[in-house]
């Protein structure tokens, strides 16, 4: 199925550094999703949003839903060696069908 | 909240021979039920789905089938596996609003 662009693919910070990634689609969305994923389990849900331009934390976690709906932002503020994963996004647009970005590896040097 | 249910959590599995993952789902009323493989920890590619009893979708047409015998049990098989099935295994539902949606544990599958 179609997948969401997502970017960077891979990030190395040290830790304490904040984080930023994001994905991007040519199609509106109704929903966007966040995920980490730890290596040999399945991704977990992070952040959930639900309209245009919400803005949402989950603790050091920011998510915000683009005013376009093609686009959405995760943001980890002083990352831990624990952040360390595959962090996915997830649109949907409606029905059925979720769509999955490529993901982003984080890997936080101590 | 609902949980997802996979098995087994890994697998090495001689080409030619037959393949069952198993997935079964508690704690929300949405009927669908999705199959995912991800190779190489990377993108989700979606395989199959099922919005109710004996309703199945395919999405790639491969060496897989899936099956969905009760309403919250969903197969993933083969009759007979080859290398390229290699992967994690992924069984996903939706919440009961329908707008998120959650993962089982995962199958590591490893084709010999």
Known sequence: ?110 | SQTIHQWPATLVQPVGSPLSLECTVEGTSNPNLYWYRQAAGRGLQLLFYSVGIGQISSEVPQNLSASRPQDRQFILSSKKLLLSDSGFYLCASPGTGGYTIYFGEGSWLTVV
């Open chain 1, 1 to 110: 199925g179609q997948q969401l662009n997502q970017s960077p693919q891979s990030m190395f910070i040290q830790e304490g550094e904040d984080v930023s990634m994001n994905c991007t689609s040519s199609s509106i969305f109704n929903t966007w999703l966040w995920y980490k994923q730890d290596p040999g389990e399945g991704p977990v849900l992070l952040i959930a949003l639900y309209k245009a331009g919400e803005l949402t934390s989950n603790g050091r976690l920011t998510a915000q839903f683009g005013i376009t709906r093609k686009d959405s932002f995760l943001n980890i503020s002083a990352s831990i060696p624990s952040d360390v994963g595959i962090y996915f996004c997830a649109g949907l647009k409606g029905g059925n069908q979720f769509y999955f970005g490529t993901g982003t590896s984080l890997t936080v040097i101590p």
